[in-house]
């Protein structure tokens, strides 16, 4: 297995301290899922014992990302019968990211569960992720698929790739296979939400953050009803993001363009010099030299320009400057 297994997974310092909370938020980010709700809000709360057992309230918010069907109708009959049931609505689509924020910025639980509504994140995990944090004294419990069956290959390989890429060009650690579906702190989330940037990319969020986290591992399961939301387009675009979002790396490629057009020039001019002495004509390499030239001094210019937009993009994100785990 990769090696952020073994370095997460050794028991934190202040293992075997035993933790009390008094409630788990259950955020549940829903788009056109009036199936999928009835169906896990009965899956769920067969967890239910086991939390009131510890003494542990439930309380789940629904955001219902602008659905176009009955998805509203099918949380409002949810409240109907518990009123530990809450709903955010959006006005419009504004995707998963947006859902799972709004989800955060409303949980008061001392823990909170992300989880998809599909039922790909099975509830069934949810007593052994409370007691990695309740009695092992992790902050945060994550998953991972450790198989993608059921997902088209192609997907399967640009997901692959992406990570290798991120992993490369990226010096914040995004998991391969990791799934929104994690529990967390109260310390974790306040962290998750003081990153206010708009360009969100959670499994980059998660690792940046940083906090002691424990993976579970599990095989993909299939959706329970309806169709995944992401088509392939749309990952694609969600993986521009997450790479904008954790690495300017793209912006040194100007850099890299004008050295490499700068030794082409020199290689050229060599070979003028060459077969000028010889007595040949070299005003077609001196101009494919002169061209060289300027190309990369034009890429180098914009080159320099990109390394101050990418410090520039740094500071705006207003990232916290460090976040503190523990201090007396
Ligand atoms: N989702 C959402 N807004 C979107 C797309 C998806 O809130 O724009 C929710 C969706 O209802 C589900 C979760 O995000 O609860 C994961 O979506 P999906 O199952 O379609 O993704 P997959 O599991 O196929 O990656
Ligand atoms: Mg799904």
Not at 150 to 176: C, H, N, Q
Not at 285 to 309: E, P
């Amino acid at each position: 297995m990769n090696d952020y297994n073994d370095n997460n997974n050794t028991l934190p310092e202040n293992a075997g301290e035993r933790r009390t909370f008094q409630k788990l938020s259950i955020i549940v980010p829903c788009y056109n899922e009036e199936e999928s709700v009835p169906l896990f809000y009965a899956e769920t709360m067969k967890q239910a014992p086991f939390f009131s057992s510890k003494n542990v309230e439930l309380e789940f918010i629904f955001v219902n990302d602008g659905s176009r069907d009955k998805t509203a109708q099918a949380i409002k009959s949810l409240r109907e019968k518990d009123d530990r049931v809450h709903m955010v609505s959006f006005s419009r689509n504004f995707g998963k990211e947006s859902a799972i924020f709004a989800g955060l910025e409303k949980a008061d639980g001392d823990l909170v569960v992300l989880m998809d509504v599909d039922l790909q994140d099975p509830p069934a995990l949810l007593p052994q992720m409370y007691t990695h944090i309740a009695e092992e004294g992790y902050d945060a419990v994550g998953s991972r698929r450790v198989t993608r069956s059921g997902e088209p290959p192609v997907r399967s390989w640009f997901a692959r790739r992406f990570y290798g890429l991120m992993r490369k060009i990226s010096s914040t650690e995004i998991v391969d296979g990791a799934r929104d579906y994690r529990m967390m702190t109260r310390k974790v989330v306040d962290a998750i939400l003081a990153m206010k940037e708009t360009g969100r990319f959670s499994k980059g969020i998660f690792g940046w953050v940083g906090y002691k986290t424990k993976w579970l591992e599990y095989e993909n399961i299939n959706r329970v009803a309806g169709e995944t939301k992401w088509s392939f387009r749309k990952l694609f675009m969600y993986s521009i993001d997450g790479i904008v979002a954790f690495s300017t790396a793209p912006l040194a490629i100007p850099v890299i363009m004008g050295i490499m057009f700068w030794l082409a020039a020199f290689v050229l001019l060599v070979i003028l010099i060459v077969r000028a002495a010889l007595g040949f004509n070299v005003l077609m390499l001196g101009l494919f030299a002169l061209i060289a030239f300027t190309g990369g001094a034009v890429l180098l210019g914009v080159g320099i320009v990109a390394v101050y937009i990418a410090k520039l993009y740094l500071e705006t994100k207003d990232r916290p400057k460090y976040l503190v785990d523990e201090e007396f």
